[in-house]
């Protein structure tokens, strides 16, 4: 096997490695482009694109298949899609990166990279495919999704891999100056990222809140309930026509309402449900929000339900979650903004509901809806994710959240049925979290800080940064069609690169 060639199957596996799963390495991420621009410089423009994308398209099948999407049509169209958008920025790097010196060379792939990925964000799929997915532990690095929002994280990872690319092709002194801003601009993020964690501020009262989900025997006796009807609660159809559809539902209902009382007797403040692990018919629905209330009532207490709604009409289900207060008051219904592709029910309008409390600003969205950024710019100071996920799946959800909670610098209590529930700070510091699959019930219970939200200039302008980096793309290629390639000399002759400081 040739040198080149080693450096595919290098990349090819390290691929697999970077993708963010539950069995994700997080340094793959930074290391795994590093062979593949190499070998994109090494072999015929053609070869490069077709097995650069061979290699990206191997990440993206392992992805698909470990979080159970792979046969999902629109989410495997959509990320083959990706894989062709991820393929770019090597070429990009391949044809320009050489007509610069190594400081503006080595710029070519990370502005290129970030612009493809935010160009998958207009897919309507969220921000998924993200180089910085993996990193949500590395909190000093996660703090620069205040300023630039997660494209930030992407962007220092793909410029670390081109500039140790660069100093490979063209040697150290040549690149130096390339090494030493790299160098200085990645202390500078982690540095002040250090900052923003020992100054920010953790308050020095909290509030309980809890997040129950139904026991397994409940959920296990509706299910054989609905069997025993011949019916399928993702088949709305059939619920909303089947009289026997309420009492099937009870075993989970009753089992919440249960845990709801006895979390606020211990003490909770706040109470939120999981997505539609309940579910309502809607002649039953009053009946429900009156039980919450009396609770609520005489607790003083907030309880949000989570509800898969099933109505009269089509597409006869709603994902809702309502907010119940203290005076027994139903405060908000929201409808899912984004539902995922195999969901039923018509999304909502996407206005993003809050709320004052004694324990400031609350607001909400569910599940899939946090991966959207737009929708998660609000002005709040606690934010509520209902969501319910599947095996696979659930992990990784759960740690996209973490950036949602730094660019906006709100505390986010994201209560997960089939998944991984968490509580994050505006710090993204995991303050609790309960996992369904390794209890009887998953109960969550968090002591959160009572801060207001912390200012970011994320959430005052937007992916800005994200922009300029397309800009600079589209600039850096412009130019660099404009210039010839120069002689190459020493390290970079075999690959033409010329020696040039930028």
């Not at 697999?16 to 072999?43: C, E, G, K, M, N």
């Not at 009870?250 to 539609?276: N, R, Y």
């Not at 324990?359 to 959207?372: M, N, Q």
Request: aromatic share 10%; hydrophobic share 50%; net charge neutral.
């Amino acid at each position: 096997m040739n040198k080149t060639r080693a450096l595919w199957w290098l990349a090819a596996a390290l691929v697999v490695l970077a993708q963010h799963t539950d069995w994700s390495v997080p340094l793959a991420a930074w290391v795994f482009p590093i062979p593949l621009l190499a070998y994109a410089r090494r072999v015929p423009t053609r070869r490069a694109a077709v097995f650069g994308w061979l290699a990206i398209l191997i990440g993206t099948v392992y992805w698909l298949a470990v979080t159970s999407l792979l046969f999902v049509p629109v989410a495997a169209g959509l990320f083959l899609a990706l894989t062709v958008l991820l393929t770019l920025p090597y070429l990009a790097d391949r044809a320009f990166a050489s007509r610069f010196g190594p400081l503006l060379g080595s710029l070519v792939f990370p502005v290129t990279l970030v612009t493809a990925e935010y160009a998958f964000s207009f897919f309507d799929f969220g921000d998924y495919g993200t180089l910085a997915s993996t990193q949500s532990g590395t909190l000093p690095l996660v703090q620069v999704a205040s300023v630039t929002g997660v494209y930030g994280i992407s962007f220092a990872l793909a410029w670390f891999a081109s500039v140790v690319n660069t100093v490979w092709a063209r040697g150290f002194r040549p690149a130096r100056r390339a090494v030493v801003v790299h160098v200085c601009v990645l202390a500078a993020v982690f540095a002040g990222g250090t900052l923003r964690l020992v100054l920010a501020d953790t308050g020095d009262r909290t509030v309980r809140v809890a997040g129950v989900s139904a026991a397994r025997h409940a959920q296990d006796a509706s299910e054989k309930a609905l069997k025993g009807l011949g019916i399928e609660y993702w088949r709305p159809e059939q619920v909303a026509h089947s009289p026997g559809a309420g009492a099937a539902f009870a075993p989970i209902t009753e089992d919440l309402l249960a845990s709801t009382e006895a979390q606020l007797g211990a003490g909770a403040k706040l109470v939120v449900w999981p997505e539609t692990d309940a579910k309502v018919l809607q002649r039953d629905e009053a009946n429900l929000l009156q039980r919450v209330a009396a609770l609520t009532t005489a607790k003083q207490a907030y309880v949000q339900i989570g509800l898969a709604w099933y109505t009269d009409t089509a597409p006869f289900v709603r994902n809702v979650a309502i907010l119940v207060g203290p005076s027994g008051e139903a405060i908000w219904t929201y409808d899912k903004t984004h539902p995922t592709p195999m969901e039923p029910m018509a999304p909502g309008t996407g206005a993003v509901p809050a709320t004052g409390s004694p324990f400031g600003k609350l607001s909400t969205v569910i599940c899939y809806d946090a991966d959207y950024r737009g929708l998660m710019r609000r002005d709040a100071d606690l934010m509520l994710v209902p969501a319910n996920d599947w095996p696979g799946f659930g992990g990784l959800h759960a740690e996209n959240a973490v950036f949602r909670a730094v660019e906006n610098g709100y505390t986010v209590f994201r209560q997960s049925v089939n998944g991984l529930a968490t509580a994050i700070d505006a710090q993204g510091r995991i303050l609790g979290k309960a996992d369904f699959y390794r209890a009887d019930q998953q109960t969550l219970v968090a002591d959160l800080p009572l801060v207001p939200q912390a200012w970011t200039l994320y959430r005052a302008v937007g992916d800005v940064f994200a922009w300029c980096c397309a800009a600079a793309a589209l600039l850096l290629a412009a130019a660099a069609l404009r210039r010839r390639t120069a002689p190459a000399t020493g390290p970079d002759r075999i690959l033409n690169r010329t020696a040039g400081e930028g």
